[in-house]
């Protein structure tokens, strides 16, 4: 059942009374149309920000619950009578046949809603980053993260350092703040020196047209979202449109030895100064002897980094801080190296990433990594976790496109010298089938929900073992997402005892 509603949004700051023109003085959009498909995070933050424009807006969600939780007003807006209609539930695409421009916010398919012939037809068809790159002041830098794995630690830690030396700093995008907001408040105030900016393939999924950082990194590619971009080869093409825009000293930096980005960047990447994770120019870590050299390829020195004082839990942070610090001095800001030094001690991850969360009388330490949500992130986090350990597999296991192989077997190895695992969920027998299959030597046992899974892990961890949370999998067979299996998880790790 179509819902709709329209009224007029008078916008004024709360306090000073400034109409809204004072955000944009030439109301860009004005007597233009924009539709916004998708009325979550981003796309709240995107209707914002079109009619701060100047926009007539058409704000479109498909889920008839949605009107209870869509709130532009957070103390900029007061909602009297500027021109915004909404529609929740099924709608006519004919609706967005009077839209100029359309943006569409990353949850949304391009199949749907006819989105795919729209910009095949023509017509303006922006990704919410996109309709936000294009009001960011040209004076900002941008640093922008993607990869499959650890792009939320990067986009952290690139912010934490600049934070620390001092630069004012936007860090958002797909992680937490939509840059949107970024752009709602770019004209009433002082303009941002960085944005760092998380960026998933959903969101490059509509080919950028503004979007043009200054640095960007593609930390990784390994099998995940699949089930969306069908093909590695598409996924990694996907990924390297980050670059399209980057020309003259603008830096990318990538992995080296990807076969699926070696190809996909001949096509993005043309103009654009190359580095190399693991490769020269670019950053090396020795994780042994916790020090990583960098090396821009504009510039000829190379610059050691000490990681000795840096307290994230697991050795594959070493590299996440390394290629942060690599990508902050690649914006060329007037950073010298040196200045790295003093930051590295104050880089903390954020919530469900190897966290520790409690340990216990026992002496068991509980360590959360939730955000493990592809077999790729456990593998990692399990590599550099030195504590012998019982871990805790299981949830929905991602689509992995490779004959004969569902990409658990690879975690045998590293699970070697820990104590035991405890699979579970909907896909808990299959993991725990394939880790017997190919070679586990440590106890495997299955549950059937992760409240089980706890259970059974605390009877066979022993004093001075983790149990830890590495998941491997999505977690929509119980929870509504990975915080939320977090959370629930640290519930369990407390109350223990």
Not at 196 to 217: D, H, T
Request: glycine share 8%.
């Amino acid at each position: 059942m179509l819902k709709a509603s329209s009224l007029k949004v008078s916008s004024k700051l709360v306090n000073s009374h400034t109409k809204i023109q004072s955000f944009y003085p030439e109301q860009d959009l004005k007597g233009q149309k924009v539709a916004i498909i998708g009325l979550g995070k981003s796309g709240s933050a995107a209707t914002k920000l079109a009619l701060a424009r100047g926009a007539s807006v058409i704000a479109i969600d498909q889920n008839e619950n949605s009107g209870s939780t869509f709130n532009i007003n957070n103390g900029f807006l007061d909602l009297k009578n500027a021109d915004l209609k909404t529609f929740f539930g099924n709608f006519d695409d004919k609706i967005l046949k009077e839209a100029d421009i359309v943006v569409v916010s990353p949850g949304i398919p391009l199949e749907k809603y006819g989105i795919q012939s729209m910009i095949c037809s023509g017509k303006e068809v922006l990704s919410e980053l996109d309709f936000a790159a294009q009001v960011i002041p040209s004076c900002t830098k941008v640093l922008a993260v993607t990869g499959t794995n650890g792009k939320s630690t990067v986009t952290t830690f690139a912010g934490q350092i600049l934070n620390h030396l001092g630069f004012e700093t936007f860090v958002g995008g797909n992680l937490g703040v939509p840059l949107s907001e970024a752009g709602f408040h770019s004209s009433n105030r002082r303009p941002l020196e960085v944005a760092v900016v998380e960026v998933s393939s959903y969101q490059l999924e509509i080919p950028p047209k503004y979007f043009c950082p200054s640095v960007a990194v593609i930390l990784n590619l390994t099998p995940d979202h699949l089930e969306r971009h069908q093909t590695m080869k598409n996924y990694a093409a996907i990924k390297c449109r980050i670059f399209s825009h980057m020309r003259g000293n603008k830096i990318g930096i990538l992995p080296l030895g990807n076969p699926y980005l070696d190809e996909a960047v001949m096509d993005h990447a043309d103009g654009v100064s190359l580095a190399w994770i693991g490769g020269s120019p670019g950053v090396n870590v020795d994780v042994e002897a916790k020090i990583a050299e960098l090396k821009l390829p504009t510039i000829g020195c190379v610059s050691q980094l000490q990681l000795s004082e840096l307290k994230a839990v697991g050795k594959h942070n070493y590299t996440n801080a390394a290629v942060a610090a690599l990508s902050v001095l690649g914006l060329d800001i007037e950073i010298k190296a040196e200045a790295f030094s003093s930051t590295i001690s104050k880089l903390t991850t954020l919530p469900h990433r190897m966290q520790v969360v409690h340990v216990d009388d026992d002496g068991i330490v509980w360590v959360d990594d939730s955000k493990a949500t592809n077999v790729e992130a456990t593998y990692f986090g399990l590599i550099g976790f030195e504590l012998k350990s019982v871990v805790l597999l299981g949830g929905v296991a991602k689509e992995v496109k490779m004959k004969g192989s569902n990409g658990f077997e690879q975690l045998v190895e590293p699970l070697r010298h820990h104590q035991g695992v405890i699979t579970f969920g909907f896909s808990g027998k299959m993991i725990q089938k394939t880790l017997c299959a190919n070679g586990l030597t440590i106890p495997c046992l299955n549950a059937e929900t992760l409240k089980d899974a706890v259970s059974l892990a605390r009877s066979i961890a022993q004093r001075g073992d983790a149990i830890v949370l590495s998941p491997g999998c999505a977690s929509f067979d119980e929870f509504r997402n990975f915080e939320h299996r977090g959370r629930i998880f640290q519930e369990f790790a407390i109350s223990s005892e």
